[in-house]
């Protein structure tokens, strides 16, 4: 089967069956210069396995240049939705160390597989302005939009996702999550664009995990394994869970939100819904004239 390029959720590599898990959202570093307690990013897919180049071609990484740190490269992930769009969450850009909705301090790095390799067909684009849901708050409404000086350059590596619709169903579909990201939680950073399956759960599942630390709401979506055998480290916040319809079409069901940890037993992974937010992103893709933007 051939898709165009232009056609969303279609990659050019074929998917063999991932294993593992994704992503969360937490985790304690001083790798920002003299900053504590500070809550890195970057990827760290737990026991996920590398894809196939193309595979995720949607993928996007958000590169920060700090106003006082300076380059920081790779912060958050993201996802192409429309040539000139990315989604993301929305705690990336608005955290406890920094708020930063500016889109000239922003670069989306898109077709790459290899982090910052400058691999054939990636391309650094910047971005023009940036988007967060007006209820954001800290663990609710966690999604944001960034609109890029230039169309993403649409090819075998670069490509849209899908949008499910706000009524269709999941339930049942193979998803993968994909970030940068370990192997295990001992072992460094990989390169690699990682990939791992991720099962959707109810969510009364995560409701009951988090208990009242958290208050999961309808714009929230549950999904992990729950053994602990497999399961989020640091995370790819912002970054892809993408789900298969039987077409073969890949829809974006989910941007990596929370989570516990590094595989915690019991805990599942918990991402922005994106079917919750469709119409939100729509209207703001058609509107962003009248959008506050900064």
């Known amino acids: 089967m051939s898709f165009s390029i232009t056609a969303c959720g279609c990659p050019a590599a074929s998917h063999r069956e991932p294993r593992a898990i994704l992503s969360a959202k937490n985790v304690n570093s001083s790798s920002l210069g003299e900053e504590e307690n500070v809550r890195t990013t970057t990827g760290r897919i737990f026991n996920g396995k590398p894809s196939k180049r193309g595979s995720w071609p949607w993928q996007v990484s958000l590169q920060l240049l700090h106003p006082k740190l300076g380059f920081i490269g790779h912060w958050c992930g993201g996802v192409l939705i429309e040539p000139t769009w990315v989604v993301t969450a929305a705690h990336c850009i608005h955290n406890e160390l920094f708020n930063l909705p500016i889109g000239a301090l922003w670069t989306a790095v898109v077709g790459e597989w290899e982090l910052n390799s400058g691999g054939r067909g990636s391309a650094r684009l910047p971005v023009e302005r940036v988007i967060l849901h007006e209820r954001f708050n800290n663990y609710l409404h966690d999604i944001a939009l960034m609109k890029l000086a230039r169309p993403a350059p649409l090819s075998k590596v670069v490509r849209t996702i899908c949008l499910p619709e706000p009524e269709e169903k999941l339930a049942n579909r193979y998803c993968v999550a994909s970030g940068w990201g370990q192997y295990g939680s001992s072992q460094s950073l990989s390169t690699?664009?990682?990939?791992?399956?991720?099962?959707?759960?109810?969510?009364?599942?995560?409701?009951?995990?988090?208990?009242?630390?958290?208050?999961?709401?309808?714009?929230?979506?549950?999904?992990?394994?729950?053994?602990?055998?497999?399961?989020?480290?640091?995370?790819?916040?912002?970054?892809?869970?993408?789900?298969?319809?039987?077409?073969?079409?890949?829809?974006?069901?989910?941007?990596?939100?929370?989570?516990?940890?590094?595989?915690?037993?019991?805990?599942?992974?918990?991402?922005?819904?994106?079917?919750?937010?469709?119409?939100?992103?729509?209207?703001?893709?058609?509107?962003?004239?009248?959008?506050?933007?900064?």
Request: proline share 4%; hydrophobic share 30%.
């Open 192 to 294: 690699a664009l990682l990939e791992a399956s991720v099962p959707l759960l109810d969510l009364e599942k995560c409701t009951k995990a988090y208990g009242k630390s958290v208050s999961l709401r309808n714009g929230h979506l549950c999904a992990g394994h729950i053994d602990g055998s497999t399961g989020s480290c640091v995370g790819d916040s912002g970054g892809p869970l993408q789900c298969r319809r039987a077409d073969g079409v890949w829809q974006l069901a989910g941007v990596t939100s929370f989570g516990s940890g590094c595989a915690r037993p019991g805990y599942p992974d918990v991402y922005t819904k994106i079917q919750y937010y469709v119409k939100w992103i729509r209207n703001t893709m058609s509107n962003d004239d009248d959008t506050q933007l900064f």
